[in-house]
């Protein structure tokens, strides 16, 4: 199996920076595409973004523009950097294997304004 543990949420006002963490461990981390989805409450699970294993990029439209997802196959961790928050951002981001169906455990990201 492929364990994925997120980290780097907390409070931030809007407009501020985050930088989510995702650690993963057991298979080859270069192998497989990886996303970032979230979750707030009351609503369904999104996509946020997603890299496959060369490196290409999409977006939720929401977060164009302001988001950047990336990964360090050489450290197995994929990263969330998130400029230009906004209250709508709030929610638990999960980092995901899509094509496995494995997931973390969720961070909690809070943005006041």
């Known amino acids: 199996q492929v364990l994925l543990v997120e980290s780097g949420g907390g409070l931030v006002q809007a407009g501020g920076s985050l930088r989510l963490s995702c650690a993963a461990s057991?298979?080859?981390?270069?192998?497989?595409?990886m996303g970032w989805f979230r979750q707030a409450p009351g609503k369904q699970r999104e996509l946020v973004a997603t890299i496959s294993s060369g490196g290409s990029t999409n977006y939720a439209v929401s977060v164009k523009g302001r988001f950047t997802i990336s990964r360090d196959n050489a450290k197995n961790t994929l990263y969330l950097q998130m400029n230009g928050l906004k209250s709508e951002d709030t929610a638990v981001y999960y980092c995901?294997?899509?094509?496995?169906?494995?997931w973390g455990k969720g961070t909690l990201v809070t943005v006041s304004s």
């Open positions: 057991g298979r080859t981390f270069s192998t497989y595409a």
């Open positions: 995901a294997v899509p094509v496995l169906n494995y």
